[in-house]
């Protein structure tokens, strides 16, 4: 069994021993319900290609079951299982009513033109329809590596060819583009969560105490690995928002340094360009990125994959932080030395489940086919005018013309996502937080876990299981 999958399952195992749920009931818990494994041929080049995928439902408690799809030459049937088992627990967590999924493509996408890797798309969506495996009722794909709105618009039109009277088409994958059915935020909605995640951890000075920081999230640096979505989005807003410092880069084929702060949309323009941060101007380049995440920060954010910080490396992480933007990052053993060292860990299960929670906003938009803030925007804007000129009568003053106009315009949908995120967000950190507090070993993972797997046993058992 690959690490991924074990180390999730001994996470679990650990949290388990927490409750009172049954031996039998903790087994449903933990097994994935079932992993679908296609290999369909598709023509190009002039020649017939092979390609293998899978899409894993680990639990159906709730449904649809969600999850994303990656497009990745080295994913296999595991590390879907493992990805899915971690999206149920995301859910259960801030409460999204939906079971756990995954799916994933065995594909370098950087090898086919976008022309190849739309057709491949098309392919595989259709063989996954065709089982249920993609449906607004039963399962819903999003983005993960490799794939973004992009691959969600081919997925979205196949379905809709292939169930044209389904008028819940559009809900059967999210990430869309926003002009296809999709959600304004849902593309920057995992590093969001990321952004509010950590704000929050700011907040709570007996938190912030416990690794000896000061109090504040302005001016704390941090290193980031993976600067694609979620990694890119997360510290342009931690670096815009919130004065946080990005000390380093790094990707696969290397990263850069700079202590006195790196510009997040100058060093994303440079590496979109080149496809690499060789010879970029303003940090020095270090060949092997891994090697950055043993430099000295208040932050690490892993924001690329699994198991990059193992038995190898826990040892010489110096950052008293680390937040798991990525799926498992950090393996059992790992988090064993981590914890050891005084290294607080903020798990993936909560600190990456904003895109999931706008993913959710986002099927409910398209189950109800209209926008939200559609109905109750322009009534808000006549009482909240009243009001104002009311008040203006009232006292013989005008209001300032700022805070006129932001209270009478309202609020777009945008705003309305990101406090919807932000709200669920703080949820979700809370009760974790609540239930680390009451730890006598206190581990903020293992209770995000014990949070998580009572939800779902609840769930079980409500339906008699
Ligand atoms: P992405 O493909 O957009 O970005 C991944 C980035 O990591 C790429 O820039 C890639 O070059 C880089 N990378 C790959 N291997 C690396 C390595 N060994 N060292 C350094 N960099 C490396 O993918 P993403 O959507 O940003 O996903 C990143 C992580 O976040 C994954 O673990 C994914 O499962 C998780 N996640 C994503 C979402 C989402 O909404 N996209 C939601 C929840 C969790």
Redo the contacts with the bound molecule.
């Keep these: 069994m690959n690490n991924f999958l074990t180390d999730t399952n001994r996470f679990v195992n650990k949290a388990l021993k927490l409750t009172s749920i049954s031996p039998g009931l903790a087994n449903k818990i933990i097994t994935c319900n079932s992993s679908y494994t296609v290999r369909f041929g598709v023509r190009l080049r002039n020649d017939i290609y092979t390609f293998e995928g899978w899409r894993s439902v680990h639990s159906e408690h709730m449904e649809p079951t969600k999850g994303?799809i990656?497009f990745d030459i080295s994913t296999h049937v595991e590390e879907v299982e493992a990805?899915a088992a971690l999206m149920s627990y995301k859910n259960a967590i801030i409460n999204v009513p939906f079971g756990g999924s995954k799916g994933g493509l065995k594909i370098n996408p950087k090898d086919w033109t976008e022309k190849e890797i739309e057709k491949i798309t098309r392919r595989f969506s259709q063989e996954l329809i065709k089982r249920d495996l993609i449906s607004p009722s039963q399962n819903v794909p999003?983005?993960?590596?490799?794939t973004?709105s992009r691959e969600m618009a081919w997925i979205a039109d196949e379905y809709r060819k292939m169930s044209p009277t389904d008028i819940n088409a559009a809900a059967c994958v999210t990430?869309k583009p926003a002009n296809k059915n999709g959600l304004i935020g849902r593309e920057e909605?995992?590093g969001r969560g990321v952004q509010y995640i950590l704000r929050e951890f700011f907040k709570h000075e007996d938190l912030v105490g416990s690794i000896k920081y000061s109090n504040g999230i302005n001016e704390k640096s941090f290193i980031l690995?993976?600067?694609?979505?979620?990694?890119y989005n997360a510290s342009k807003f931690l670096t815009e928002d919130d004065g946080m410092k990005l000390v380093g880069i790094?990707?696969?084929n290397g990263g850069i340094y700079n202590e006195k702060g790196l510009n997040v949309d100058h060093a994303k323009k440079f590496f979109t360009k080149h496809g690499s941060f060789k010879n970029y101007p303003k940090a020095s380049f270090i060949k092997d990125?891994?090697l950055l995440l043993k430099r000295k920060c208040d932050v690490l954010i892993p924001?690329?994959?699994?198991n990059?910080i193992t038995l190898k490396n826990a040892n010489d992480i110096k950052a008293k932080l680390i937040i798991e933007?990525?799926?498992g990052p950090i393996s059992f053993d790992a988090h064993k030395i981590l914890s050891k060292n005084k290294v607080f860990i903020i798990p993936d299960i909560l600190a990456?489940s904003g895109?999931v929670a706008v993913s959710y906003f986002e099927w409910v938009k398209n189950i109800r086919h209209i926008r939200f803030g559609r109905l109750e925007k322009r009534k808000n804007n006549i009482q909240f005018n009243t009001i104002i000129e009311a008040i203006e009568t009232m006292t013989g003053k005008q209001m300032p013309a700022k805070f006129k106009s932001n209270f009478i315009d309202g609020i777009d949908e945008i705003d309305l996502i990101r406090s919807g995120l932000d709200d669920m967000m703080i949820d979700g950190f809370r009760e974790v937080k609540k239930e680390y507090s009451q730890m006598r070993n206190p581990d903020f993972r293992t209770a995000a876990y014990k949070v998580a797997i009572e939800k779902i046993a609840m769930s079980y058992d409500s339906i008699g299981l």
């Design positions: 994303g990656r990805l999003a983005p993960d590596i490799g973004s990430g909605a995992t690995q993976g600067f694609g979505n979620v990694g790094a990707e696969y990125g891994s924001a690329a994959r699994e990059v933007a990525a799926n990456n895109g």
